[in-house]
């Protein structure tokens, strides 16, 4: 059976900031179903102890970390209620209020990574395939390759690393080398330097046996200046030919309409009458008009210029992008958190507008189930989008994405057409707050002016496969793909070996036979 660890520094249910933690909550179960022995390695937070599983009653393996001249305790947690998972505690390192942005970053993901390929000798599971994903993981591919493989329980081991988001990318200073136990010499434009400083990410890049990212199109994306981030020539020279975009997938099972215990009417594709019922009890229990006809916008999403909030900003026939839009019969609901500039401003916005608008500057899972479930249209005007999760998952709830063709959504969404009744939203090129008002607007006529259609898009959406069959597939063929190539690449090193002790022997022989030949004819 093929083995692999699959580490990651969220995990839905139990952490998340953001889209990871879904890939990695809902991409190893499937990978279970389908005959993977995946396990889950991820750090011990101090917001997560005692919520999912007992630890008090398990005794837990513990042994030390050096991180240069320094050592520090680990001990790892088990449970396998949801998917086998190894917990990493250190509380010095994770009981914090957040999971990231703190000055010791890099000593505190050097310490999991090590600590992750430490494990292997204690928890009874030598891995095929380590997956890491996104720059806290990507040290390990460096550790695994350069300092771990002389160990006999490494050396058949492989490593998949996985970029999320390119704009993340773990840059710290020289000292992060000492705490990776790592010479000056890999300050170097061909190991891990980047802008004079060290990358984590550039880690996982350039020695992990094979990259993947989170879509087709992002793969593209990421070897332009545009997308790159300062590593597109790696991406292009270097990394290209062991580089893949998989596509993610959502869990459905979890977002699922027909058996949604958040929203308060279930409804599929044949009742999608229900559907607006989700829209007046959202609007009765938040304060909204009552409105059944007004079209509903909703937002779920981190509030920074990334996902296309700087758009709305701007003005359109001098006048501020939100005011414009709510000349139209809308309504408007944003749930999430960001930069201060933007939380301000949509404080104004909902105060301005009463009970056309709603904002909630926080993230909870329950709502935004009721969001996708009573809104008509979802927003994605983002700048990039690796994938994206919640256009999927809107349209698993019947709910219309207007979204910038880039990455992930311009996989997943496809432009409406007219004639030939197909598509699942609306899209737009060029990013500017005037082509997503006129793609809005044209949502907007589509669901006052043609209903007819704008119901084929919703059932469109709904009948489309998001889940994570396929992608599991592909990333399996990917593991036993990079095992094989591993193989036939270790048999070439023997054969070539075999070739230089054979020739070696022989030149010995021959060395022999000379010096007996001149002895014996002196």
């Known amino acids: 059976m093929l083995k692999c660890l699959f580490v990651s520094t969220e995990v839905a249910p139990y952490a998340k900031t953001g889209g990871l933690a879904d890939v990695a909550g809902a991409l190893p179960k499937e990978l279970r179903a389908q005959g993977v022995d995946v396990r889950i390695a991820m750090p011990y937070y101090g917001s997560m102890q005692g919520r999912f599983f007992d630890d008090s009653a398990q005794e837990p393996i513990n042994f030390d970390v050096f991180l240069g001249w320094k050592q520090h305790p680990v001990s790892v947690f088990y ?187 279930t409804y599929d594709v044949d009742h999608l009458w229900n559907k607006e019922k989700n829209k007046l009890e959202f609007q009765k229990e938040f304060g909204l008009k009552q409105n059944s006809r007004s079209m509903m916008i909703g937002i779920i999403s981190r509030i920074t210029d990334q996902k296309g909030f700087d758009l709305m900003k701007q003005t359109i026939d001098g006048r501020w992008f939100l005011d414009k839009l709510m000349d139209l019969n809308v309504q408007f609901v944003l749930l999430g958190t960001g930069e201060y500039e933007y939380e301000n401003m949509f404080k104004h916005f909902s105060y301005v507008y009463g009970d056309r608008a709603r904002v909630f500057l926080d993230f909870n899972e329950e709502l935004a189930q009721k969001i996708y479930a009573a809104c008509d249209v979802f927003l994605m005007p983002s700048a990039f989008e690796p994938c994206g999760l919640g256009q999927l998952i809107a349209m698993r709830y019947g709910t219309v994405p207007i979204v910038r063709k880039t990455g992930g959504l311009k996989d997943t969404v496809i432009h409406y057409n007219y004639q030939t009744k197909e598509g699942t939203g609306f899209e737009f090129e060029e990013y500017s707050g005037y082509w997503l008002y006129q793609k809005i607007k044209e949502a907007y006529d589509c669901y006052n002016y043609d209903h007819e259609d704008f119901k084929q898009i919703m059932k469109n959406g709904m009948e489309k496969s998001y889940g994570w069959n396929e992608s599991a597939k592909k990333y399996i063929n990917l593991y036993k793909s990079v095992l094989e190539i591993s193989a036939l690449w270790n048999q070439a090193n023997l054969d070539v070996s075999n070739i230089w002790k054979e020739c070696a022997e022989k030149i010995y022989k021959v060395k022999v036979d000379l010096g007996n030949y001149i002895n014996n004819n002196k």
């Not at 002389?150 to 000292?175: A, C, V």
């Open 79 to 265: 449970d396998d209620k949801i998917v086998p998972t190894y917990f990493f505690k250190n509380d010095h390192f994770y009981y914090r209020g957040g999971l990231y942005g703190y000055d010791d970053d890099y000593e505190r993901f050097a310490f999991f990574c090590k600590a992750v390929l430490d494990s292997i000798q204690h928890i009874g599971f030598i891995p095929d395939i380590i997956h890491c994903n996104d720059w806290q993981t990507g040290p390990i591919c460096l550790l695994l390759k350069d300092k771990y493989k002389w160990d006999k329980r490494y050396e058949n081991i492989r490593s998949i690393f996985t970029i999320h988001n390119m704009k993340f990318q773990g840059l710290f200073g020289d000292y992060a080398l000492d705490t990776l136990g790592l010479g000056s010499e890999y300050k170097a434009a061909d190991k891990i330097e980047f802008n004079g400083g060290i990358s984590f990410l550039k880690a996982g890049l350039v020695y992990a046996d094979f990259v993947t990212t989170v879509s087709p199109s992002y793969v593209e994306e990421l070897k332009t200046w545009e997308y790159g981030c300062g590593l597109d020539g790696l991406l292009r020279d270097t990394v290209a030919t062991r580089m893949v975009g998989i596509l993610n997938g959502i869990d459905t099972e979890k977002y699922d309409p027909s058996d949604d215990p958040f929203i308060y009417e």
